[in-house]
């Protein structure tokens, strides 16, 4: 069964504060996502990484993937208010065909940045 | 715009009645979507996995009888929640593969918060 694991759940962050999160998954997978959830809402895409080393930048946001390792990171960069959300690492598992858009899930991080 | 939408986003239904959710695929055909359900401050887990013609594969511990899913075509598919109690209530959102134009990109719809009272 597949396990993916979050760390941590809750940060709460300064405004131009650096910080990491960690994204930990338990089988083989090449496909790893991020996503954005705000309060009463849907998820909103970030980053989908495919490969080992791959890393994807977008604004204050870099993600990247380590197959080897099993370890997804997504890197906050001098952090402001907006970038308070959910933010979710899925996996998809690895048995090809239409399973690719079966996911499993992180348990989300709270990220709430304050002045 | 959206690409995958869901209706309605809210709804509000007595204990025992059915209630009906649909995901649309708006632009793309969609052999395959996903049901998934979120409490709140909780993460997405997955219900089943809707397959165009035929029936859905649902994950372990989900009453198929209570979560119908109908794929009827390749841009629509429903769940229905029967006989519906306050425990069923909760956030449920769609999400479907666009193989042509991004195979690697999961669309979510915008989600459906159902209450039951």
């Known amino acids: 069964e597949l396990k993916v694991e979050q760390n941590p759940l809750f940060l709460s962050m300064q405004e131009g504060k650096n910080y990491t999160i960690y994204c930990n998954y338990s089988t083989t997978s090449d496909r790893l996502y991020w996503y954005r959830q705000d309060p009463g809402k849907s998820l909103e895409s970030l980053f989908v990484?495919?490969?080992?080393?791959a890393v994807k930048q977008e604004g204050r946001l870099m993600a990247s993937l380590d197959t080897k390792a099993r370890l997804s990171t997504l890197h906050i960069t001098a952090a402001v208010h907006d970038l308070s959300a959910t933010y979710f690492c899925?996996?998809?598992?690895?048995?090809?065909?239409?399973?690719?858009?079966?996911?499993?899930f992180g348990q989300g991080t709270i990220l709430t940045v304050h002045p | 715009g959206a690409v995958v939408s869901q209706h309605p986003s809210r709804v509000i239904c007595k204990s025992g009645t059915s209630v009906k959710i649909e995901c649309r695929s708006l632009d793309f055909q969609a052999t395959t979507m996903f049901w998934y359900r979120q409490f709140p401050k909780k993460s997405l887990m997955l219900m089943a996995t809707s397959n165009e013609g035929s029936k859905a594969t649902y994950e372990q511990g989900v009453e198929k009888d209570k979560f119908l899913i109908n794929h009827a075509s390749l841009t629509l598919s429903t769940l229905t929640v029967t006989s519906a109690h306050p425990e069923d209530s909760s956030f449920y959102i769609c999400?479907?593969?666009?193989?042509?134009?991004?195979?690697?990109?999961?669309?979510f719809g915008e989600g459906s918060w159902l209450t039951v009272v």
């Open positions: 999400s479907a593969r666009d193989r042509g134009r991004s195979g690697n990109t999961i669309y």
């Open positions: 899925a996996v998809a598992i690895s048995a090809g065909g239409t399973s690719y858009g079966k996911l499993t």
């Open positions: 990484l495919l490969s080992n080393g």
